[in-house]
Nanobody, 120 residues
Framework: QVQLVESGGGLVQAGGSLRLSCAASGSIFSINAMGWYRQAPGKQRELVAVVTSGGSTNYADSVKGRFTISSDNAKNTVLLQMNSLKPEDTAVYYC??????????????WGKGTLVTVSS
């Protein structure tokens, strides 16, 4: 089993910054990709940003230029630096990891989510 623990959410004014962190632990052989998704009230969960083990990144158009995703492969962590936050960024942010376990099976895991609230 693999556990993902997120931290860093909270309340911030529009234009402010927050940094989210997600740490993976458990039966990990390697992490293939880690990323952040978000779900606003009444909306579907959507991709925010993802980084692969090779360092490739992909961002939702709505966050390009404002958010930066990075990973520390040695610590099995992923960070999301969020700048110039807007009220429409308000959502529960979920960490996701695609993990190859010690038994060489590959699965995706989700964190429990952390709430980000941006006030206008």
């Amino acid at each position: 089993q693999v556990q993902l623990v997120e931290s860093g959410g909270g309340l911030v004014q529009a234009g402010g910054s927050l940094r989210l962190s997600c740490a993976a632990s458990g039966s990990i052989f390697s992490i293939n990709a880690m990323g952040w998704y978000r779900q606003a009230p009444g909306k579907q969960r959507e991709l925010v940003a993802v980084v692969t083990s090779g360092g490739s990144t992909n961002y939702a158009d709505s966050v390009k230029g404002r958010f930066t995703i990075s990973s520390d492969n040695a610590k099995n962590t992923v960070l999301l630096q969020m700048n110039s936050l807007k009220p429409e960024d308000t959502a529960v942010y979920y960490c996701k990891a695609v993990v190859t376990s010690q038994d060489y099976s590959r699965r995706q895991y989700w964190g429990k989510g952390t709430l980000v609230t941006v006030s206008s």
